[in-house]
């Protein structure tokens, strides 16, 4: 099956600092790759996500790059905010169909990053 | 519009009893799924459902039952509850075409005395 490793674990940084995950994974059927942000006590809510035809994605502040022949996607989040201080979980899945036509992914999920952010 | 809806919020059980987390959705959605999280490990797949009567095994699903009676319930039955099941279970949903993010649920805080 998919195994996805998620780096660092934790990772403290400065207000207006950049931030940077990283994760890898093995199945080179893979071909989504979501991240999720979890505030403490809270449910992991998605903030971005990245298909496998595509190498990079933006959305304001937060950026996922993929390199689909090393197998490895980022997650790059530019000019930090208190407020990003969270556990960041990046996931793959590749797509798979049951016999009533109804498609869907399996998420495997890294084992997610303190990220800290210093006013 | 109350999107996943989990309850209890929080159990606590003793060693051997059974109980069922019971999972909610309004969305119309055909994927189901529960995760347990636990320190460090992230979120890892128990069971999960394309549809109403289909469920199947995720990575971990040893010692946990579920069935899918109906598209809006998912619920998840502890057999005999363990202390290696203390954890917090979350559900999650999505349409049932891919490249659709999951939705999660508030989660269930399980402890097992």
């Known amino acids: 099956g998919e195994n996805v490793e998620q780096h660092p674990s934790t990772l403290s940084v400065q207000e207006g600092d950049s931030a940077v995950i990283k994760c890898t994974y093995s199945d080179s059927a893979s071909n989504y790759f979501p991240w999720y942000k979890q505030e403490l006590g809270k449910r992991p809510q998605l903030i971005i996500d990245?298909?496998?035809?595509?190498g990079e994605k933006k959305d304001q502040r937060i950026a996922v790059t993929l390199n689909k022949t090393a197998k490895h996607f980022s997650l790059h989040i530019t000019e930090t905010q208190p407020e990003d201080s969270a556990v960041y979980f990046c996931a793959a899945s590749r797509g798979e169909m049951n016999a009533g036509g109804t498609s869907y992914g399996k998420l495997t999920f890294g084992q997610g990053t303190i990220l800290t952010v210093h006013p | 519009n109350a999107g996943v809806t989990q309850t209890p919020k929080f159990q606590v059980l003793k060693t051997g009893q059974s109980m069922t987390l019971q999972c909610a959705q309004d969305m119309n959605h055909e994927y189901m799924s529960w995760y347990r999280q636990d320190p460090g490990m992230g979120l890892r797949l128990i069971h999960y459902?394309?549809?109403?009567?289909?469920?199947d095994q995720g990575e971990v699903p040893n010692g946990y039952n579920v069935s899918r009676s109906t598209t809006e319930d998912f619920p998840l039955r502890l057999l005999s509850a363990a202390p290696s099941q203390t954890s917090v279970y979350f559900c999650a949903t999505a349409p049932g075409t891919y490249y659709q993010p999951q939705h999660f649920g508030d989660g269930t805080r399980l402890s097992i005395l």
């Open positions: 459902s394309v549809g109403a009567g289909i469920t």
């Open positions: 990245i298909r496998s035809n595509v």
